[in-house]
């Protein structure tokens, strides 16, 4: 594993591609070859000339090619092509390039790629995407915000990546965009000539050479591995991110006010990320607050591990009742919905084994329950519809819940109802500033917003 040094020696004659005739879908790269394994000093030369380029580009984009000198890379045969993650352990960001990959291409698609793995880290999407509800069309939506902006990303088979045009969809737009708007049949199509695509997991078995996608079409294909894990520490990622820019300050001597308009934004975004962690953590302190633990009670019917039948056993008692009411009245976006799921699976995880999930606008017409992880069974339930909270309110009376967590954006008329059970409105970002309802035991927090 090697940082790129900050001088690019002098790099060899450019190499050509690789041929790519023949079956490209089935195997664009041909067979492995013990020599494809071996990394030379030629393809250190290579990469240090493609960063040397990207750092004396006149496109805006010299401020990244100091940013790759500040991020490791390395020579990986566990990726087909690319791949930027994140080290928990070390706290810092890796970028694999698959060999037989990196060879194939020209000094302009191997500055593309390399832009394309760092506009990841500061688009964010190591931690954005993981946690959608379909990763295989999030991994699509990504590509298709970023690759519209590099010039020289790879057009040319078998490693024609992702445009939003190619979908009849606007330039310009947000990854969130892509993802609510990407015609459903053509992801429909995808999946099942593709199965799930990229990034569902670690690379197992014999290493292989570089295929993009999934054998990429007309349309193009997703360029790199997005096998991301959902379970990392946001706030250590944010922190990786700042750290790296941090780093490149010093490297190009710069300040903050005279940084590039996109790296002022992203620091920007960071800080409205960190924002949304901390509504999360309030969102657990007001489940540990509300709810009581796990009861514990002694029956002979079980017996006793320690002592048999001279001591009765222990068996757990009645769990906290937890109620969760979803807003559907199209007042929240689906990445607001599952980044609260994340925080319901979270408390899950703690020791209560379900939680009560309706589904309301202007009645309550579902309640469910909740599983961790079962939110595709939540999104199928949905139905859009107008705003009233009076039914909600009635339910809430009857269940008498240890805990009632309401996710709406505020506006819905005031109810002749009272709740006295605590109760925490999570509002939308966008939503009201004043709850209209005035429960004893209401408290209220507001989402940032989740979108770039």
């Known amino acids: 594993m ?12 450019d190499p050509k591609p690789v041929s790519t005739q023949g079956d490209a879908k089935k195997n ?14 030629h393809d250190w030369d290579y990469l240090a000339s493609a960063i040397h380029h990207i750092r004396v580009d006149t496109h805006g984009f010299a401020f990244f090619g100091a940013m790759l000198q500040s991020i490791m890379i390395d020579f990986s045969s566990r990726v087909p092509t690319a791949c930027i993650s994140f080290q928990p352990t070390k706290k810092q960001f890796l970028i694999e390039l698959n060999l037989a990959f990196f060879r194939m291409l020209t000094l302009e698609e191997r500055m ?3 832009l394309h793995e760092v506009y990841h880290m500061t688009h964010n999407h190591l931690t954005r995407i993981p946690a959608l509800q379909d990763r295989h069309l999030g991994n699509k939506a990504a590509d298709a915000a970023i690759n519209q902006i590099i010039p020289g990303i790879p057009t040319r088979k078998p490693i024609r990546c992702i445009f939003p045009e190619d979908f009849g969809l606007d330039r310009d737009k947000t990854m969130e965009f892509y993802y609510e708007n990407w015609p459903k049949d053509e992801d429909e199509d995808d999946q099942q000539q593709n ?7 670690k690379a197992k078995g014999k290493p292989q050479k570089g295929q993009p996608g999934q054998g990429p079409g007309e349309k193009g294909d997703v360029l790199d591995v997005h096998d991301w894990d959902p379970n990392v520490d946001e706030s250590d990622v944010l922190d ?8 490149t300050m010093i490297k190009t001597n710069k300040s903050h006010s005279n940084l590039p308009k996109f790296i002022q934004d992203m620091l920007e975004t960071i800080e409205k990320r960190r924002k949304c962690i901390n509504w999360k953590q309030q969102l657990k302190m007001f489940l540990k607050r509300t709810t009581t633990g796990i009861d514990k009670e002694y029956t002979r019917s079980r017996p006793n591990r320690r002592y048999d039948y001279a001591s009765p056993g222990m068996k757990l008692g009645d769990l906290p009742k937890v109620l969760i009411l979803q807003d559907t009245s199209g007042s929240m976006s689906s990445i607001e919905v599952n980044a609260t799921l994340d925080q319901v699976d979270e408390i899950l995880k703690i020791g209560m084994r379900t939680v009560s999930i309706g589904l309301w606008h ?10 961790r992880g079962q939110r595709q069974a939540v999104h199928s339930k949905v139905q ?9 309110a009635e339910y809430i009376n009857k269940m008498k819940p240890d805990a009632v967590i309401v996710m709406t954006d505020g506006y819905y008329s005031p109810t002749t109802i009272k709740v006295e059970c605590p109760i925490l409105f999570v509002i939308t970002s966008g ?9 004893p035991r209401q408290k209220m927090i507001a989402l940032p917003h989740m979108g770039e």
């Open 2 to 13: 090697t940082t790129v040094p900050s001088v690019a020696p002098a790099a060899p004659a």
């Open 28 to 41: 664009p790269f041909g067979e492995i070859t013990p020599q494809d394994l071996i990394v030379t000093q």
């Open 112 to 114: 593309a790629v390399l």
């Open 195 to 201: 199965g799930q695509g990229q990034g569902q997991g």
């Open 240 to 247: 990786g991110m700042e750290d790296v820019v941090k780093r």
């Open 362 to 371: 202007t009645g309550l017409y579902k309640v469910m329950k909740y599983k």
């Open 384 to 392: 859009s519809g107008g705003t009233c909270f009076e039914e909600c």
């Open 431 to 439: 939503g009201v500033k004043q709850l209209v309802t005035d429960y």
